[in-house]
């Protein structure tokens, strides 16, 4: 029987059938790729049930439980230790993100209101900026030969494919569809490029501490959309690009920005939308990790070199010409 939905969910009326077809579900409108193949869909299902004989699901519900175990989801917590003499400047930093980030998401919030869509592609269109920030400031760094760590790029890169991702699913899902929505968040991510390009320049840590309120800001906003819809989003399918993603039968990058994990320990189930958004929601969180991890000084390896490292540790050997922003950077090639 069909029935008419009133929930911000849905851009027109949707069936009460479990589950609905693209045909007559929301996102057949704004479906990129049109129909799934056959081979497609045979491909999906094939990884599926190869991952359920492996039982990697019940591993995964397990640690995706407490995700941000000992951490906390607000946004306030003190995460680096410090030496007395810095703490203050370490305090500073913090509490100008915190207050940073509360004041944009209070004009988030006052935006969309309940544009559940328009606001995580707002959200993800600027979620992937810092970590092409990181790689560009980065990447200028090694030109100059003054921090060479393989291990930062790789992992940021995947950090970034995630979040791409993620906005891929949020335009397969309608959250573009008005200019306006568009203009706005592509206005902020332009600017918000250069302000974590200087951040990190003068202070990597402050800039990682950035993006972790940003992720735990993210973390929050699914866990809390999964909350409030969990039922209606059950009944509703997997948008192509999230199949495309966390059941693709290459999941190297997808293992690469979970630094806090073994590479294959986590292998999603996406049955319908809901886990579609509980993956999201658990990236945010495994994003807040490494972020937390990353405000340590050369603390980031990536998943695939510690295997690497069990092996050689030559590979895990912090370069000479180590530095910590560009003040640090160009003091060190004058000394030298
Ligand atoms: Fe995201
Ligand atoms: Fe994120």
Known sequence: MAVASTSPLSAKPTTATSPPTPAFGFLAPRSRRGRATAWRSLLVEAIRTQREKQGTEGHFEESAAAPLDGVGVGADDPVVPSSDASDWVVKLEQSFNIFATDSVIMVLKGVYRDR???????LETIARVPYFAFISVL???????WWRRADYIKVHFAQSWNEFHHLLIMEELGGNSLWIDCFLARFMAFFYYFVTVAMYMLSPRMAYHFSECVERHAYSTYDEFLKLHEEELKRLPAPEAALEYYLNE????????????????????????YDVF??????????CKTMKTCQTHG??????????????????????????????????????
């Open 139 to 145: 990447h200028m760094y090694s030109t100059f030969g």
């Open 278 to 287: 509980v993956n999201i929601r658990d990236d945010e969180a495994e994003h």
């Open 116 to 122: 559940y869509y328009a606001r995580f592609f707002a």
């Open 299 to 336: 603390n980031l390896r990536s998943p695939h070199s510690t295997q690497n490292c069990l092996e050689a540790d030559t590979e895990c050997v912090i370069p000479e010409n180590d530095c910590e922003g560009i003040v640090d950077c160009v003091k060190k090639s004058l000394t030298k």
């Open 250 to 273: 290459d999941l190297y990058l997808f293992d690469e920005f979970q630094a806090s994990r073994s590479p294959g320990s986590r292998r999603p189930k996406i049955d319908n939308l």
